[in-house]
C-alpha cells in the first residue's frame, strides 16, 4: 500500500491488533523491539489511530512471549539504518512512557525525544 509515496508496512500484536507503519519507520521500530526483547526487557508500545477508525490512540505491552508480525510492502534488505533515530526510539521504549514512534531526525542532527 502507498501512503504519502511512502510503502506502509504493518505490525501485528498477537494477530489481531493492527496498526499500519511506513516501510522505514516499522524496520527502526523492529530493531528497537527485538534488541529488547532479546534482553529480556518488556516494555509498552503506543501508537495514534487513524480517525477513519475512530482516533485515539493504542498501547500494546510488548514482552518476550508476545507474538509479533512485522509485515513489510517492499525488501529492506539493504536499507539504510538511521543509529540516531534508533537510539532516539530505544529511550522512549526505556522510558516509563514506553515506545512510540518519533520523526526520523535528519543526517547529523539529534533526535528529538518528545511527541
Given at each position: ?5 511512502h510503502l ?5 500484536y498477537?494477530g489481531?491488533?493492527?496498526?499500519e ?7 527502526h521500530l ?5 534488541a529488547?526483547?532479546?534482553r529480556?526487557?518488556p516494555f ?11 482516533g485515539?490512540?493504542?498501547t500494546?505491552w510488548?514482552?518476550p512471549?508476545s507474538n ?13 539504518v538511521n ?5 532516539a ?7 516509563p512512557s514506553?515506545?512510540?514512534l ?6 547529523g542532527?539529534?533526535p528529538?525525544?518528545?511527541?
Open positions: 500500500m502507498v501512503d504519502g509515496g506502509v508496512g504493518r505490525f501485528i498477537e489481531n491488533v493492527k496498526t507503519v511506513e516501510d522505514r519507520a516499522l524496520l523492529q530493531l528497537v523491539m527485538t529488547k526483547l532479546r529480556g526487557e509498552g508500545f503506543s501508537w495514534r489511530e487513524d480517525y477513519s477508525i475512530g485515539g490512540r493504542t500494546v510488548v514482552h512471549g509479533l508480525v512485522f509485515k513489510y510492502d517492499q525488501d529492506l534488505g539493504h536499507a539504510h543509529a540516531h533515530w534508533t537510539e526510539l530505544a529511550a522512549t521504549a526505556n522510558a514506553g515506545l512510540y518519533l520523526p526520523e531526525p535528519a543526517p542532527h539529534p528529538r525525544t518528545q511527541a
